[in-house]
RNA sequence: CGGGGCGUGGCGCAGUUAGGUAGCGCGCAUCGUUCGGGACGAUGAGGUCGGAGGUUCAAAUCCUCUCGCCCCGACCA
């Protein structure tokens, strides 16, 4: 592809409303640009390396059996009807009549689409086991879009959908996928570590979430470096070591005036925040009450929460007015005393003696308070945030804690859905069974922003080789002067162009600053430059993108090479 | 949805406080000179200042409403 006939533009300056380095780098260098919030178009730069990504991930979907298909991606509301989940999400899908005013949605994913298809399609258990894919766009009006490719309202994903006749099959399939996205990944040239992930309340089993390590990703995960144990913070098992046993005191009121916090608090009482009880507040999505009870060093976890009591519709933070209705006072609160509330209580706090905690009366709290004793928890379980330094679940050794980015998710779905859409086959024993399904994904346009992100320096772009849009950047210099400039660079382009190799060719009239700027920007894996004085000094000047090794080598090596 | 910020040629910005009829840099076009690290000179094209309404002799600037985008939070099948 000649640069002076690609559709593109690259930017001097970088994007006022970019901030991650991946969202600013694919704009300034043409591979993208932005619609909407959250919508983006893909340049042919940007759509080529989409499509490098795709045929890695088709790859090794195909290599675990994969057939790839194609789903639509407006589909009767009806079909969501019958799982469920027409009521159940909310304004993230999108909604709208077609002209003869039947309800349609926008697809946010496919697991209806295959269900449908299985009860259809899939009678006997010959037929199974079985994984499906596509890659097929989404649309999911996510509140708030952010960092450019990273988290968007509509992109593609693959997603693949495994089809067992039982749960060992699907313990097949998603140890497949486990591999497949491994190995996916590594090509990639992304690092990524996969955690356990929230299963939320939707019925699934097991998960896990392939996490690009990056400090600017939204999920926060709980590593520990010493056995591998690796989860994302929503799930993350607190290992925080007992207590010292303590004889229990009595409970005792004491004026604690303008401590609304526990900060406040401890510095006021002289104790540590491990010292006191946190209560915070919050409401489910059919309206109850839960009071969170975690220590005071402790953040209450809202995932482990929202799962322990089994909130419909979630949680948000409950309001002055609903927490005193409760007979409660926020800021100086506690469950003794409370009514119409679910009190849950952390385990570890449950286990630590003698904590203050709030008196329900302004400016008052009460020493000595200890859980079962002087109140009664409805549920005790671990509702808190593992921090840096807890010991591991698994073996003890202080653990870290890393930002990361999701790229693909691995899924358990069990029989949810056959189950909701009647999607059953005829087992060998005669038997109706419902199929059991599992559903993988990734991102192809936040994958291409994380690449960026693990691949980059101050001046532009670095692409592993397995995903860049071309492999090589051929730039002349100052040919318009030197016509043996030229006919080396036409030449060369002419020839692999022949014998099916595109390279990107910078063929512009602009100064050398210009284009080796550019080259350097777009981030092709080699550079080749041709000048007067690479030619006077044998051939092309190679440079390594990545690392910035240089060496000049005769026309015809790297013509050879690039055939490959 | 709460908080904050921003909308002025393709990109980055100034001008808004103290209303007077739009400017700078880059980019773009043409010509010339340059040519291995975002060259230089000359000439030129391109914007009714997000939109609507209002105040005024006069609005990018003041008022009202509205749309959009970014960031933090909430949210995230």
């Known amino acids: 592809m000649r640069l002076s006939r690609l559709f593109f533009t690259s930017l001097r300056d970088d994007p006022a409303d970019a901030e991650m380095a991946s969202h600013r780098l694919l704009v300034r260098a043409g591979y993208v640009r932005q619609l909407g919030a959250g919508i983006y178009s893909l340049l042919p730069l940007g759509f080529r390396v989409s499509q490098r990504i795709e045929q890695v991930i088709r790859d090794e979907m195909n290599a675990i059996g994969g057939q790839e298909m194609e789903m ?102 998603y ?72 004889e229990l005191r009595l409970i005792e009121e004491v004026a604690t005036p303008e401590t ?61 007015e609903e927490i005193k209705a409760a007979g409660m006072e926020p800021g100086y609160a506690s469950p003794i005393g409370a009514h119409d509330t679910t009190v849950v209580m952390d385990e570890l706090a449950a286990r630590s003696p003698n904590l203050v905690a709030g008196a329900n009366r302004h400016g008052y709290h009460l020493l000595n308070v200890n ?73 192809l346009g936040r994958a291409m922003a994380c690449i960026v992100e693990a691949h980059h320096d101050d001046k532009g772009i670095a692409w592993p080789a397995s995903v860049a849009p071309y492999p090589a950047q051929l730039v002349s210099l100052g040919a318009s002067r030197d016509p043996a400039v030229g006919e080396a660079a036409e030449g060369l382009y002419q020839r692999l162009t022949d014998a099916g190799v595109e390279l990107l060719y910078d063929d512009r009239d602009e100064s050398p600053g210009v284009k080796l700027t550019d080259a350097e920007l777009l981030g092709m894996p080699r550079i080749l430059t041709i000048s007067p004085r690479s030619l006077t000094a044998g051939g092309v000047e190679v440079t390594d993108r990545a690392s910035g090794e240089r060496s000049v080598r005769p026309v015809s090596d790297v013509e050879a090479e690039l055939r490959g």
């Open 72 to 173: 639509p991606v407006v589909h009767p509301a009806d079909l969501w009807r019958e799982t469920g989940r027409y009521a159940k999400i909310g304004p993230e899908m999108v909604r709208f009549k077609d002209r003869s005013g039947r309800d349609m949605v926008l697809a946010m994913t496919h697991e209806e689409v295959v269900a449908d298809l299985l009860r259809d399609l899939v009678k006997s258990y010959r037929q199974l086991p079985a994984i499906v894919y596509h890659f097929q766009t989404k649309f999911r009006d996510e509140p708030r879009s952010r960092g450019g490719l990273i988290r968007v309202r509509e992109f593609v994903m693959k997603d693949s959908y495994s089809l067992d006749a039982d749960a060992a099959g699907l313990d097949r399939a």
């Open 175 to 246: 140890d497949l996928h486990y591999a497949a996205y491994e190995k996916i990944f590594e090509r990639l040239g992304l690092a990524t570590v996969a955690v356990g992930a929230d299963v939320g309340i939707m019925g699934g089993s097991l998960a896990h979430e392939f996490m690009a390590l990056n400090d600017a990703g939204e999920d926060t995960l709980v590593i520990c470096e010493a056995c591998g144990y690796a989860a994302n913070q929503q799930i993350a098992a607190v290992g925080a070591p007992d207590p010292a046993p303590e």
């Open 260 to 320: 609304p916090t526990i900060a406040s608090l401890a510095a006021l009482l002289g104790v540590g925040t491990d010292r006191t009880a946190k209560a915070t507040f919050f409401v489910t999505g059919d309206g109850r009450l839960v009071t969170a009870i975690v220590r005071g060093d402790f953040e209450v976890n809202e995932t482990k929460l929202g799962n322990a009591v089994k909130a419909i519709g979630g949680l948000r933070p409950a309001q002055t």
């Open 371 to 443: 859980s079962g004793r002087d109140f009664t928890p409805d549920l005790v379980t671990d509702i808190a945030n593992a921090r840096a330094g807890d010991g591991c679940p698994n073996c003890g050794s202080p653990v870290v804690l890393r930002q990361g980015i999701e790229v693909g998710n691995i899924f358990k779905l069990g029989t949810d859905f056959t189950k909701a859409l009647g999607s059953t086959y005829l087992a060998e024993d005669g038997s109706r069974n419902l199929v059991v399904m599992g559903s993988y994904g990734i991102g």
